[in-house]
């Protein structure tokens, strides 16, 4: 009778360990894809950040010639420094999703690139576009924005990793 007993007690346990292990097994399976997902999303607002970043870059960057363009032709300083705005709400509007998405280290990041983004629509806006050589104060602010956006996407792909 006692062999019946732990018998018995032998199918009960093993009944449950395999209960618990398809239970932790369906549980790492569906965390899975959730932490795939969650990575693209991240990803996807990156991504749309650096892209709004890298068209103010353009907006700003000087042609060969030194002079500024916009759909080829040269611009009134007002409305060079308005597009430069329209740009640079555009990437605020993509830094709002970058702070949703997180994490702490990628939103600091950003907002370096955000202030970037700022002091260069400052610099374009006291200066007119005979004033602006390539080494001027604008190209200057503009080379800082690059570099920001440089460390932002090392930032990115150090958080994405993880």
Do not use: H
């Not at 759909?71 to 597009?83: I, L, M, T």
């Amino acid at each position: 009778m006692n062999a019946e007993i732990w018998t018995l007690v032998g199918v009960v346990v093993g009944a449950a360990g395999a209960l618990g292990a398809a239970a932790l097994t369906s549980r790492a399976a569906r965390r899975a894809p959730l932490a795939t997902q969650r990575r693209d999303k991240r990803r996807e607002a990156y991504a749309a950040f650096v892209g709004v970043a890298t068209e103010l870059a353009i907006a700003a960057d000087p042609n060969d010639s030194g002079g500024y363009r916009i759909n080829g032709a040269a611009p009134d300083p007002e409305e060079w420094v308005q597009e430069l705005n329209r740009v640079r709400r555009r990437l605020l509007a993509a830094y709002r999703l970058v702070q949703l998405e997180g994490p702490e280290e990628v939103e600091r990041s950003g907002m370096e690139v955000m202030n970037a983004a700022m002091r260069l629509v400052m610099a374009a806006d006291n200066v007119t576009l005979a004033d602006v050589p390539r080494t001027g104060q604008v190209y200057g602010e503009l080379l800082k924005l690059q570099d920001a956006v440089a460390a932002f996407l090392v930032t990115c792909q150090t958080a994405l990793r993880i």
